[in-house]
């Protein structure tokens, strides 16, 4: 994987995993680290650039505090790089003089399982297939998609493990979660009987004198939703960038922003229904 979903545990986490060695040395060295920062254009949230140097643990988790607020994607790419120079060292065997630890290990899996990435105790990372998950769990690995959306990440637009993107994949849990199940359908009709489900209204249901504002803004979420979902690429995923050929990067982003949005948006109404 060249990208990992970050947060603030994982920060931690994988601080820990290259902490200062209390015996002479333990790879991956400082070098190592600048590389993976180099490698992810960071240099510049580098405490080491300027000023004393600080350590190892520190290093990367400044760097990563950093690129997580104002370079998100830049810090998932740092974390892919820095997981896979920890594994190249020997990080994760027991017999390497740089083995990091069962306790150190088991801590970043548990903070990568809910942003629906497996570690293996080798150190290979795997996308979680959310075929495998339903209920609250599959409605938490959602929230990490639509959660990674909304910062513009584009890999968040589709749904690791599925045939479908992230709004599509959302409507789908929603009427799972609320009627038992979802027949087959295109998306207008896949997303209008979740709107439906979830009380939000669609441009189906005409606007009555003294409704609240939140209706016509649901339905301008409905109007956008279908809209985006037209600038898809059909050939699906797997076939390279989920967009029409002609849209450009910033178009792109914009539109992962709002199927962040929107998703979310359902999936907290979802989770007020469930309560």
Known sequence: ????????????????????AQTERRDPS??????????????????NKEGPPVGKAKRVRAVLTWSLENRPESSEIFTAGMISSIKACGGFREDSPNY?????????????????????????????????????????????YAHRAKKGIEDAAL?????????????????????GQYPPANFPTLLGQAFTALDMS????????????????ERKMYDLARAINRLRNKQGTGHGRPWLPDLDQNEAKVAIEFIGTISESMLDKLKQKKS
Not at 30 to 42: C, M, N, R, T
Not at 104 to 120: T, V
């Open 30 to 47: 400082h070098s190592d680290i600048e590389f993976q920062i180099k490698k992810a254009g960071l240099e510049h949230a580098d405490p």
């Open 159 to 179: 749904v690791v493990g599925t045939s479908k993107d992230l709004m599509e994949a959302v409507a789908a849990h929603v009427l799972q979660e609320l009627w």
């Open 202 to 217: 669609t441009p189906a249901e005409t606007e009555k004198s003294g409704e609240h504002p939140r209706k016509n803004m």
């Open 100 to 144: 990091t630890g069962s306790d150190a290990i088991k801590n970043l899996s548990d903070a990568l399982k809910p942003l629906a990435i497996l570690l293996a105790g080798d150190g290979s990372l795997t996308p979680l297939a959310l075929e495998t998950l339903s209920g609250e769990k599959l409605t938490e690995a959602l929230q990490t």
């Open 1 to 20: 994987m060249n990208k990992v979903p970050v947060d603030d545990t994982v920060v931690y986490a994988l601080a820990q995993l290259v902490d200062d």
